[in-house]
């Protein structure tokens, strides 16, 4: 098909040229492709085909006589609907749902919206969900409120969620954190599988002042509470189940013996070990006395050095694994970085000063070598995934919600699809860097505790003496 000179439009699935058939999707490529044509140096679509050279040349230079005009803005190229290009049947589509000349303040959705790279995707997005129909045909009549309270009181679903992030990113809603009324829904939920009412009234304080308090100051910080409310749902499910065990046996936690909380650990799974944050809170609000729990320090043996360097190599050069995969993989095996804090990278941590080349992590500003920087400008432009929508995204690693970066978890899940352990990694580079940097300057280059690189070079040092050992024995072995 790319060899002939020119097409016809003709009915659904084909498109009729001349003397052969063109399919769908040659016709949409051909539809969509702009250029400056080589037969009359004009810049514009370029549908045809040159019968001497076969390269791309315009409408009126190849003959074509299939209208490829938008009847509404003028523009060349594909119409899809009542002869509008996509952007124009798409503003027509969400003027009749949003109606603006009743509702002034969605005229900035309509504008933003089709603005889009790939227009004709949300036409079609909007022609198989009717939920997000409805919810955009109820802004625009007035039965749903410009609001996150008349938002929560739709059912509960992907495409609620889709539209109230839109809404955020063009700011026809205040921002919010998606992560604390989940966590809420959440709570409310788990209480109805406790025993005893004045269970429900301790969990619940316990859930506010650890949980919630901490969510808060992290939003007041612009930061993420993903992570922290992931760790408070494991913290609430564990307490759960020691006040439920509690209440089996008649025993009350205002009483609670050490000895039944060993026992209590020692017949369960090793999970029960995180209790120590509700029993530290609990001592503290006096709703029992002062209880311990043995310590269980998991550790996580690095990769060896030569996976790591091979690792860094396969990142660098291999064109198999996602390129999103592989910038975020070298952010943990050259700078040691939680997926947490990588997620929330912006593109504004990107700098450039004198030359050079840093990423910012916090307050941190480290050197982005080459060819680390180069992997990270090659993923720069494609970071927009197909679905985004509105203003270039401000995050590094942009999620598939409008305006939002992608969550921890599913960072977690590409890398390890891709074959990378993530935690034996990152152990692996904080050991490199603190044997080869004191770790105060690690720590105040990279944005850790200076107390949490002193245990990785002790951890560090400990593995060298084993280390060397084993090197020598080994060597006298093949000796």
């Known amino acids: 098909a790319s060899a002939l000179p020119h097409f016809l439009a003709a009915g659904e699935g084909w498109r009729w040229w001349p003397d052969a058939a063109v399919c769908y999707v040659c016709f949409v490529e051909a539809a969509n492709t702009y250029g400056e044509c080589p037969d009359c140096s004009q810049h514009r679509l370029l549908p045809g085909r040159s019968l001497t050279t076969g390269q791309p040349i315009c409408r009126d230079c190849s003959g074509i006589t299939t209208p490829l005009v938008c009847n509404t803005c003028g523009k060349e ?19 009749g ?4 000349d009743q509702r002034p303040q969605a005229q900035a959705l309509i504008d933003a919206l089709t603005q889009v790279s790939r227009p004709l995707s949300l036409i079609h997005w909007l022609n198989k969900n009717k939920t997000s129909v409805a919810i955009l045909t109820g802004l625009g009549d007035g039965s749903i409120a410009y609001s996150h309270d008349a938002f929560d009181e739709l059912p509960a679903g992907g495409s609620r969620e889709h539209l109230r992030a839109l809404l955020i990113q063009h700011e026809l809603l205040p921002p919010r954190d998606r992560f604390l009324p989940a966590f809420h829904t959440w709570l409310d939920d788990k209480l109805r599988s406790v025993d005893g009412q004045n269970h429900h009234s301790i969990l619940r304080r316990f859930a506010q002042w650890t949980t919630v308090r901490t969510a808060h100051a992290r939003i007041e910080q612009g930061q993420s509470t993903e992570g922290v409310l992931l760790t408070g749902k494991q913290n609430v499910t564990v307490a759960i189940q020691l006040l439920n065990w509690l209440s089996t046996r008649q025993l009350q936690l205002a009483t609670l013996q050490q ?11 090793s999970t029960r070990k995180r209790i120590q944050p509700f029993l530290r809170w609990a001592a503290t609000a006096r709703e029992a006395p002062p209880l311990t729990v ?18 860094i190599r396969r990142c660098l ?12 993989a070298m952010l943990v095996l050259v700078y040691a970085q939680p997926i947490g804090r990588i997620v929330e990278l912006r593109t504004s941590d990107l700098e450039t000063h004198d030359g050079q080349r840093f990423i910012r992590f916090g307050s941190a500003r480290c050197p982005l070598p080459d060819p680390f920087a180069a992997l990270v400008d090659q993923h720069l432009p494609t970071r927009r995934r197909r679905t985004q929508t509105g203003p270039d995204t401000i995050w590094l690693f942009p999620g598939q919600r409008p305006g939002d970066h992608i969550s921890a978890n599913s960072m977690r899940v590409q890398l390890h699809r891709n074959g990378l352990a993530i935690f034996k990694a990152r152990n692996a580079a904080l050991q490199d860097l603190v044997r080869q940097t004191p770790p105060a300057i690690v720590a105040r280059t990279l944005g850790f505790s200076s107390g949490a690189m002193q245990r990785q070079a002790d951890a560090a040092a400990v593995n060298y003496q084993r280390y060397a050992p084993q090197l020598r024995t080994r060597q006298a072995i093949h000796s």
């Open 97 to 100: 749902y949003l109606q603006p």
């Open 317 to 328: 050069h291999d064109d198999t694994v996602p390129l999103r995969a592989r910038v975020a």
């Open 77 to 95: 190229g594909q119409r899809v609907r009542a002869g509008e290009c996509a952007s124009c049947a798409l503003r027509t589509t969400l003027t």
């Open 294 to 311: 043995p310590r269980s320090r998991m550790t996580i043996a690095p990769l060896a050095e030569e996976q790591r360097l091979s690792w």
């Open 259 to 269: 000895l039944d909380l060993d026992r209590w650990i020692t017949t369960g799974p």
